[in-house]
């Protein structure tokens, strides 16, 4: 009962991470990257369920939003200035994206229009950037709604398409941590949340502020990991002790001699055998006393190096706003997400126009309506955003960031941050305004963050183990070409849509490799096996599984 595993557990052995160190100022003896180590951080085990992050809310499941829409629409395209306002103080990013945008409207040759209109597409990301860069200040309603849906021209829509636009609720009001494109380059900048990891970002180039923050992170995991170590330490206490009670009070209940005048019977032969349980117990506490102890001491040694790290962060002013260069960096970057998004053959025209606008609120990806997808997603999969770390199981939903684009395919940028695997976010990008339907669009990003997390956390392992191995070992016999990601989420999305039906649509193999490792609950598994002898066989081997412990 007792966890043996010592102080120096590759999570937070106590001492300083010399980065750390440095910062805030104090010697530390020098010492390898601190990082937890991922294969620590991912152990099957017990699901009990993880403390939240400090300052973070977890629920177990959405809350999905009753309305779509505000009552009446906002009066931001009564403005007659709209456009205006929108270009007014960008200089000459926003005179070339004028002039060009004057040109496409009016030009009728087929042959030159494709030609204005790629000059127009380059004009008018760096008439975003530029935009982007004032993030922080108070900007005007025109210059945040080109952001976050592409409207620099409102003409460009129809009366009802504008109504729509203006009836989208504008504020965040869920509690969930989805973003539209300005409310996430304002996080950026306010220092809420760390940039999104790049390629190109060597360590020597970062600024001091991204250091900062990372090191901020770096120590926020560490104390994450820690609080949780406490936390399962102190359920087994908890357990032990109730244990104990229990025991302690069948001692207690002695019989009754009635031959001696009701006086209080010896202990029975059963009774006799508990005060050896009750000692080895009693011996057993003390151990997990000794362990809880220390756990403390370096959690609360742990909570010290990050406030001392964020004290000396306000201190320089470094979490209160990020550099210019930070917040276009974020920017250039959700821009590459939104042209995965789109993808090769597809619109990457970023002006909302009416004839890519659809009427139906349903069909627009904003905070509400993927809510509501994202939740019906997680019934059919409720593991999707679990994530089990030193055994103990927690719901992280990721960042969500709703960009506005024509794409048809979600995706996921980072499972988590580097810094912190434990606890972290990961971040996904799902576009606005697909020109099929919203709900593949969801379901994509989602499996391409399932993808990617199965994916790290089998490590160097992933052909080989678990799901991502089982599904590489399936792709590699069928000697298929291509990405087996991109297999993988066509067949996700198949699994969410037909097979949760009973639909038969996904190969053998592959159906058998989901069932097992993105099992449907049990109510949905119930239903299926009466549709057919392919599942009453899949739940006929989970029986099986279940009855050797291999599962």
């Known amino acids: 009962m007792a966890d043996n595993q010592g102080s120096n557990n590759g999570v937070f052995s106590g001492e300083i991470d010399p980065e750390i160190a440095e910062l805030i100022g104090v010697e530390s003896e020098e010492g390898g990257d601190s990082n937890p180590a991922f294969s ?136 969930e941590t989805i973003y539209y494109f300005d409310e996430w380059l304002r996080k950026v900048a306010a220092g809420q949340v760390s940039p999104s990891s790049t390629d190109e970002a060597k360590p020597s180039q970062r600024t001091q502020p991204q250091r900062t923050m990372q090191l901020v992170d770096k120590a926020k995991g560490q104390r994450d990991v820690q609080l949780g170590l406490a936390k399962a330490k102190l359920s087994e206490i908890e357990s032990a002790e109730s244990m104990l009670k229990d025991k302690v009070s069948m001692l207690l209940a002695h019989d009754m001699r009635q031959d001696l005048d009701g006086m209080k019977a010896e202990y029975n032969a059963a009774q006799r055998l508990l005060t050896g349980e009750i000692g080895n117990i009693a011996r057993s506490l003390s151990v997990l006393d000794r362990d809880l102890s220390r756990l403390y001491n370096e959690l609360a040694a742990a909570t010290k190096q990050l406030a001392d790290l964020r004290t000396k962060a306000d201190e320089a ?31 990457h025209f970023p002006i909302l126009m009416k004839q890519y606008l659809r009427a139906n609120i349903k069909d627009i990806g904003t905070r509400e309506t993927v809510i509501a997808q994202m939740a019906e997603i997680e019934v059919i999969d409720p593991g999707l955003f679990k994530r089990t770390f030193k055994g103990q ?48 669009a969801v379901i994509t990003a989602l499996a391409d963050l399932r ?39 066509q067949d996700y999305v198949t699994w969410v849509t037909k097979e949760s039906e009973g639909m038969q649509k996904l190969d053998r193999e592959v159906r058998s490799v989901f069932w097992r ?21 899949l739940a006929k081997k989970d029986r099986n599984r279940a009855m050797s412990d291999g599962y």
């Not at 794409?407 to 980072?414: A, F, K, P, R, V």
């Not at 049990?522 to 009466?530: N, S």
């Open 451 to 489: 993808w990617q997390v199965e994916k790290e956390k089998a490590q160097h392992y992933w052909m080989e183990e678990g799901l991502t191995g089982n599904y590489y070992q399936w792709f590699s016999t069928q000697k298929l070409k291509g990405d087996v990601r991109e297999y993988f989420i």
């Open 393 to 440: 199981t927690k719901r992280i939903v990721p960042y969500i960031i709703l960009v506005p684009c024509y794409g048809d395919q979600g995706m996921c940028w980072e499972p988590f941050e580097r810094f912190n695997r434990a606890t972290s976010r990961g971040r996904i990008a799902i576009p606005m305004f697909p020109t099929k339907d919203l709900k593949t």
């Open 317 to 347: 002013g470094e979490r209160s706003s990020v550099d210019v260069r930070t917040v276009t960096n974020e920017f250039n970057t959700v821009r590459q997400m939104i042209k995965m998004c789109v993808g090769r053959q597809g619109n």
């Open 517 to 537: 490792y993105l099992a449907f609950p049990d109510d949905i598994k119930e239903k299926l096996k009466t549709r057919g002898f392919v599942y009453g066989e």
């Open 40 to 175: 620590s951080l991912f152990i099957d085990g017990s699901t009990a369920v993880a403390p939240a992050a400090e300052g973070e809310e977890t629920s177990e499941t959405f809350t999905v939003p009753t309305e779509l829409l505000e009552k009446s629409p906002k009066p931001f395209f009564a403005d007659k200035d709209y456009y205006k306002t929108a270009l007014s103080g960008e200089g000459e990013a926003a005179q070339r994206t004028h002039k060009l945008l004057s040109e496409f409207l009016a030009c009728q040759d087929p042959k030159e229009k494709p030609i204005i209109r790629g000059k127009l597409v380059s004009a008018y990301w760096s008439l975003g950037e530029s935009i982007a860069s004032k993030i922080y200040t108070d900007l005007p309603i025109p210059k945040i709604l080109l952001i976050r849906y592409g409207v620099i021209l409102q003409t460009l829509l129809s009366d009802e398409q504008r109504g729509l636009l203006a009836r989208i609720i504008f504020d965040n009001k869920t509690g």
